[in-house]
Structures are given as C-alpha cells and as structure tokens.
C-alpha cells in the first residue's frame, strides 16, 4: 500500500468492482506535478488481474488519438483503430459441426470446391486446438486467417460455423454481425442441426441470412465517412469482446495534453454499459482545460465513475518515504526541512532526498540521520531544485537531457545521436549515466523521462536560439524515420514551427490540418490553423491567410462557437472580398438569429457571386427563419428553375422547398418536392443525400399523423446511415424516432431514443442536438408530471439562448413556464410567458402566441375567459393544451376529457399520460 494513498485506493477499488461486476466506468485522477498520480495509478493495477492497455499523452502536438494508439499496440489491439475501411465479403459460407456445408453466398466464383474448402478447414481448426489449444490464452477454436491481402474470418457456434472470405482486413462489426447470424441460425434451425441427415431442403433458409450480411451495403470495402465515430465504436465493441474473459483496464496518462478525440473515447468507453472496461486517466490540476472540465462534469453528471483528487502528502507520510529511502530514522529537523522544501509532493520529497545524500548534507546522530549545520537554502520553487541537477551534468550530458526534452517525452538513441552528431555508442553510455541518477529510464520503445515534470524544467531551461537549432535537427532527422505518414506529418509540423522555419512548418502543417479535421478534433485543429496563419504572415502570403480564416471559422461553426467563427470570417474579409466568405458570414450570422445582418451578407455575396442565383437559397433560408414563407418560396421556386441543369443544387432546392411546407403544414406539397429530391439524390447516387430527404419525409410522415409509416421510412434511414457508420445521422434518427413513439404514446421507447440522441451529441459536440434533446426529454417529463422537467427545460433553453435560436427559445419558454406552473412558481412563469410572446410576436409565429395567451390567461385564474379562448382555437393540439391548463385551474372532469379528445384528435397519445 502507498504511503498517504489509502483512501485514494479504496476508491479504485470501489470502482473496479463495478466493472467486474459488468458496468464501463471511469476515474480520473487529478493533481499537480509530482504529485503521484501515475505511481498511484501504476501500483493499482499491479494487483489486479486485469488487460492493461497504457497509453501517454506528450506536451508536443501529436496525432488525435496517438496516446490510444500506443495502448493497443502494446497489446496488438492497434487494428481496432486503423484506416476507417470496410472489409469487402468475397464469400460466406454456412458450416456443420460434421464438416458438410449448410449454405454458401459467393460475390464471384473461386476455383476452390466448397465442399472440400470447408471440410479441410474444419480438419485444420480442430488440429489446432488439438496441439496448441493449451499454450497462452487463447478461444476455443480457430477465429481469423490470413493470405496476403485476403482474411478468413470464423465465428462458432454450438452446433456450426460460419466461415467468411474477405478482401481487408476485418472489424469489430463483421465480428457481432456474424454472432448474431450463428444466433439467429441456430434460434431457427437447432432441432434440425442437432439431428442433421444431411437434407439440404431442412436448412434452405440458411442462405437467406448468409445473404443479409453480403447485401446489407456494409461490407463493399468502403471507406467509412464518419471515420471517428466508426473508429470509437469498433475499439469500444473489441475491448468489450476482450474484457469476456477479464476487465479490460485503460490507462492514459497526463491527458492535459491529449487532443480532444482522446478525451472523446474516454467518455466513450466508459459510458459502455454492458463491457467490462475500467478507464483511468490523470491530470495536471494546474493545467486542466476545457475539455477535461467538460469530461469531469459528464462523469459526475452521468454517474460514470468518480473523480480522485491528490493532495500533498501529511508529515507522517513523508516521514515513512525518508525512513524507507534511508533505511533507518530520520530526526525531526531533517524532516522538517524536507517536508517544508518538498510542501509534500511525493516527487519532490524524492528529489530532494537524493540532492541531500548527493552532496553529502547528511550525518548520523544519536542512531537517527540529521541534516548538516552547513546546508545552503534550497529554493522554495522545485524547478530550481531539479534545474540545480541538470546543471551539475558536464557538457555532453547536458546536451543530450536538453535534445531529448526537445523530442518529447519518449525517445530514442538512434534520434538522439541522429540529431547531435554523437556516435550512438556514445549517447547509450550518457543515457545510462542520467538513468542511474533518476532523471531518466528505460522505457518500452526506447527512453524517457522519469517524469514530466522533469522534461519541462530542462526543456524551459534551454534558450530560445538553441531551442531553435534543436527543433530544426529534430525535423531533419524525423523526415528519415519510418513512422506512418500520419503521425510523421503532425510532428514535424510542430517542429518546423518551432524551428522558425515556416516554409517548411506550413507544408506540413496543411496536411496535418486535414488529419485533425477529419479526425473531429476541433479545439487540436484551430490550434495549427493559428500557428498557419501565423507562419503565412511571416513570409507575406496573405492569400493563405484568408482561406485560413475561412477554414478557422468553420471549425468555430462546427464546434459550435458560432461568435467566433462570425469574427473569423470578418477577419478573412478585411484582407479580401470573396464570395465564400460573405455566404459563410451570412450562415453564421442566421445561426445567430441575427436575420437583418445575415440578409445584408448574403446580398454583398449576391453581388460577388459567379451566378446571383446561387445565392438565392440562403435568402430563402432567412425569410423562413423570420417566418416569412411566401416570401422564401418565391426565392426557393426561382433557384430550382435555374438549377434545372445543376443536378446538386436541384436537388438541394427542391429539398428545402420541402422542408418550408412542411413548416408551413403544407405536408401534401412538402411530400412532392421531397420525392422529387429524394429522386435526384438516387440520381446522384449519394447515399447521404438521400438519407437526409428520407428523414425530411419521415418528419412529414410524423406530422401527418402516420406514426407506423414514419417508423418505416426512419428504418430505412437507419439502414443507410449505419452502412456509413454516420453517427451524426443516428443523431438526427434517434431524436426523430423519440418524437414518434411519444406521438404513439410509446413512453419507454420515446425515452430510450431521446436519451441516445443525448448521448450522441455529447460525444459529437453538438450543442445545438443536445439542446433539442433536452428540450424533448423535457417535454416528455412534463407530461409524465415528473420534476425533473424543469431541469432539462433550464439547460435547453441556455444551450438556445446562447445559440440565438429564436423558435426554439420560445418554445423552450412556454414549455418552461409550464412546468413552472405545476410546481407554483407563477411569478417567473409569468416573466418566461411574457419573453415568448415577445419573441413570437417579431418572429410571426402565430400559433406559439396563442399558446402564450393560454398560459396568460391560466397564470391570472381567469377559467372563464380560458374555457372561451379554447373554443375558439382551431388547431386541435392547442385546444388539447388550453383544456389541459383549465383542468388544472379548476379540477372539473369535464376539461379532462375534453383535453384527451383534443389531443386525441391531434394524434399525440404521448400526452395523454399527463391526466393519468
């Protein structure tokens, strides 16, 4: 046990009990360097029989994901997070346990017999077992082979298997989609397996399932568009296939430096309810941002795991250090003056312990060890301690500690000399030196810091000239390493820039640039396009600073900042006027709900665009915010007629005159320019494309009422993103099929659905999904008169209002007020009714002011005045809602069962459970 940590262990083990048990969970340990928190972590997980998969995040800008990438490399896992490929199926074949073949499925012929192929299979998996099935661990049978460039993958079952034949390599999806065929094939045909006579008309359904998995549209070889969500949910399913046979234990080290991608699949794992994977990551407290705020409140929030702080050691627990370091008892000075130095960090209690004994500080007294008369004052500050050693190194030594911090945390020998122009002889002879005296050690792909902290006292104490020339030997001698190309390309990026060599930093930062913005890490991106626009000025390329805003300002769009991307786009135009700035300005500013600006935008972009016209769809765009339909279908009808032979832009018209009708309650029209877009989608042969007009019908569907057809058609969404492994389409899928089971009163599964769409637009930063979901999960608790609405109401509308999103402001308001009312706190209903009124008012929304009126008039007790402005409501939902609130004045059963009838009649059972 560790000195001081009891409690700190306690809680580990709490948690890790949980996830034997079969729960994901997380802890984050956090404190400030030298604290302990690694030694903690490590002494941990020695005493468990757990997989460890470790992995360190590096003060230098590395690759998203890196840290992950070396924890399952360690353990060849690093398949799980490779290029975001699909396999191509060639063949599926069904097996018995006799060796005969049930059922075949080939894409192309092969000159191989079947017959024979599985028979010699069978022979060669049971000789496997037969003579190696015991050495290490290992399944039970046979489970991938491999030719060249083509994989056999196998998945058993008690009574076969199935055998598929691939071009790439396979995944963790191929993996569950084949269990769940060997299930469903044996739930069908057991009895007859069981008992097989070799009948081939008893098992001719076999095929049919081999069929689904060929034809599903998965499995082409394709290369998967969302590449991170595929890649966290691939590594989530294979460490929970793993974590089968024992917990699987993550451990991430130092994640103040890991790129947000890396804190993203941290939350992720741990919010997998059903595998057995512990997650472990530490922190400096000192140096916590705003991702790691975000995953600290998620895990309290969602009950995921637990936060372990780390304080400095009590004088007792220095005092047994000493005496174990020592050998023997210290007297009361000498651990006064090392607890005082140290202010008890474990590291610092060892550094200055070692200084002490070094230059010979210490004396034996009366049977304890004393500190001399003659010591000088140690700095209060441990970087002057740790800096007072490296300067006591000669030359070489020196040199080499300081090329070494300047490489990063991990590094090697052959780098080292590559850089320094040392013969490696040479350089493994000092490394041994600096490791005997603990400022370094061997680690598993070369060397590194004993601790961080160490490498930023040395690397702080190098001038900036010399920082300089070393970053640029650093670079040179990375070009010739054989490291895959991304992880080279984000490396040397950083190190030109630090170099001061910005030719150089900017070729490869543009590609690194990429890397990070396909990968979803946002906050790593903006970061080098700063550092792009800082080197483009350098060296006079304006040209390259513009588009760098641009592209600056649409990371901002994407991560939700939307002010800021508003000033990264003015910041491109003052250099120069160009037409995708002002429409992505324009955007911007309509995102904002500031509709005048946006319109002004989009009216300079006019002016500059090759064609007026294009411009006419984001025009129409801001009619329909300020509610303004007639006007945007005038400028929706003429951008479709001159996109009659711009198949995309025809296709993006008729798409949105869709959606105005369906706002509108046009349904029969919103359905005819859907189809007619949906059409030139198939055309186009994007699959996108027509996932995202299929979800618009499936919305027309929803609002006519048709709840089973609009479960047909999201199906068929579903289908095509999940053949894409587009995770912001499950998003957009999810909430929508909350919305329709809570029309059909189907309270679990509406539930089910808004809460996946919650957790989706966490893991995607998606402010404006997550304030949807909330406002949703708000309205249904409403209903359901539980208290917790107004909670998720209260965040909703801060995640609206911070948006500028003036529809769902008010409607985030009444719903609000609402809840507010059953609770009594009418004076600030009151305040929120007259807000949302307000804003329907400026924004035309009839039917939001009627509503508002509805509350009005329940807030004043006037049932009278309610009972006739209900009457004269034509919309059946409202009426539903004013008898509602005239129930809940009065009492009467009367209003009850009129407000069922109306809400009956609007199709919205959902809300019927409110009388119950």
Known sequence: MLLGREREIEALERNYALVQGGSGRIVLVRGEAGIGKTTLVDEFLSEKD??????????????????????????????????????????????????????????????????????????????????????????????????????????????????????????????????????????????????????????????????????????????????????????????????????????????????????????????????RIFVIATYRSEEKNEAIENLEDAV???????????????RDDVLGILEGMFEGEVDIDLLNYVYDVSEGIPLNVIVVAEMLLEENLLEMKDGRLSITGGVEELPE?????????????????REVLEFAAVLGSGFTAKLLACGLEMKRVKVIRILRGLSARGLIRRGERGYEFHHDYMRDVIYGEIDEEMKEEYHSLAAECIEDVDIPDEVRVTILADHYYRAGKCHEALEYSGRALEILMASGSPREALKLAERIIECSKKIGDYEKVRDMLITMGDIQAQYGEIAKAVESYRRSLEIEETYLARVRLGTALLKLGRYDEAEEEFRRAEGIAPEREEVLINLANVEMKRGNMDRAEELLKEYVEWARDKPRELMNGYKALGVLYSMSSRLDEAMEYLELALEEARKLEDRRAMADVLHNIGVVHYLRGEVNRALDTVAQVVAIRESMADLDGYLKAANLLGLI????????????????????????????????????????????????????????????????????????????????????????????????KAIAKSLEMENYGLW??????????????????????????????????????TGKEKHRERAIEEFREAGFEGAIVFFR
């Open 50 to 275: 757990c997989t460890v998969l470790r992995g360190t995040c590096s003060p230098i800008l590395t690759p998203p994901l890196h840290p992950f990438r070396e924890a399952l490399k360690a353990r060849n896992l690093d398949h799980l997070l490779g290029v975001p490929r699909s396999p191509r199926i060639l063949m599926l074949y069904a097996v018995h346990d006799t060796g005969l073949l049930l059922a075949k499925v080939e894409r192309q012929e092969f000159s191989i017999d079947p017959d024979i192929f599985t028979s010699m299979l069978t022979a060669v998996s049971m000789f496997v077992k037969d003579s190696i099935g015991n050495i290490g661990e290992g399944g039970e049978y046979l489970e991938e082979l491999r030719y060249g460039d083509y994989n056999l993958v196998i998945r058993k079952g008690s009574s076969i298997m199935l055998v598929a034949i691939l071009e790439g390599k396979s995944n963790e999806f191929l993996y569950g989609d084949l269990e769940r065929a060997v299930g469903e094939i044996e739930d069908n045909f057991g009895p007859t397996l069981s008992n097989w006579s070799g009948n081939m008309e008893e098992v001719k359904g076999i095929g049919d399932i081999l069929r689904g998995i060929i034809e599903s549209g998965k499995y082409e070889g394709q290369i998967v568009e969302e590449g991170q969500n595929w890649n966290f949910e691939n590594v989530r399913l294979g460490l929970g296939r793993l974590g089968r046979e024992r917990p699987v234990c993550v451990f991430i080290d130092d994640i103040q430096w890991a790129d947000e991608a890396t804190i993203s699949l941290l939350h992720y794992l741990a919010r997998s309810d059903e595998d």
């Open 300 to 314: 309290i929030r969602e009950g995921v795991g637990e936060i372990i702080p780390l304080e400095p050691l009590r």
């Open 381 to 397: 500050v441990m970087r002057s301690i740790i800096a007072r050693r490296i300067r006591s190194l000669d030359d070489d030594a």
């Open 741 to 836: 089971h809570w029309k059909r009163g189907d309270i679990r599964n509406s539930e089910k659905y808004f809460n996946l769409s919650s957790k989706y637009a966490r893991l995607m930063g998606r402010r404006d999904a997550l304030a949807s979901a909330l406002l949703n999960m708000g309205m249904m608790k409403y209903y359901l008169r539980d208290g917790d609405s107004s909670s998720y109401l209260e965040k909703a509308l801060a995640i609206y209002r911070e948006l500028g999103s003036g529809m769902w402001i008010a409607e985030s308001l009444l719903y609000l007020a609402s809840a507010l009312l059953e609770s009594g706190d009418t004076s600030r209903a009151r305040d929120l009714v007259a807000e949302a």
């Open 852 to 889: 508002a009126r509805i509350l009005e008039l329940r807030i004043d007790g006037d049932a009278k005045s309610l009972e006739k402005f209900a009457n004269g409501l034509k919309d059946h939902a409202l009426r539903g809602i004013a008898y509602q609130h005239l129930w809940r004045m």
